[in-house]
């Protein structure tokens, strides 16, 4: 594995990495990882998912979970996604309260509300981040709070069948 990237990385290579990375091949993008993240580094990580996977998952509705796709740690049950405002899937809750390592970051994008980095509890790979602002964000469940922005390329989709 690649060492973590730290700077803005020159034409050529960007569009190395952006062609080499695949929802196949999702080895380049583990690459990048890095925790805590810089802010370089995140802005590639979501252009590099954004380009590879554009909104793959973002319409699977069907019963199961979705683990980090680096070690395969469940991360969110299918129970916990609903319809957000961004182009990631979007959850309110993990399975366990180990799942996800959280890093409060500080200032995010203008946004008001607190806002936490999120890596997967077991290998750490950058997954999005949690907003505060669940209720008001589009999620009507009443148990709303924390709106998860998880980067497709960070997920895979195992399903379940649900029972009889």
Known sequence: MSAPVTRELPAREKFKLLAETSLEDREPFFGLNECPITPETEKLMEEVSGVASEEHLKDEWAAGEYQCAR??????????????????????????????????????????????????????????????????????????????????????????????
């Open 71 to 164: 070690c395969q740690r469940p991360l969110y049950p299918s129970t916990s996604k609903f319809k957000g405002p961004c182009v990631w899937p979007s959850f309110r809750q993990p399975c366990s309260g180990d799942s996800l390592h959280e890093i409060e970051v500080t200032e995010y994008n203008g946004y008001e509300c607190a806002v936490r980095e999120i890596y997967c509890g077991g290998c750490k790979l950058f997954l999005g981040h949690m907003f505060e602002d669940g209720a008001v964000k589009g999620d009507s469940h009443p148990d709303a709070h924390w709106r998860h922005c998880v980067l497709t390329l960070s997920l895979e989709f195992v399903s379940k069948p649900t029972p009889s």
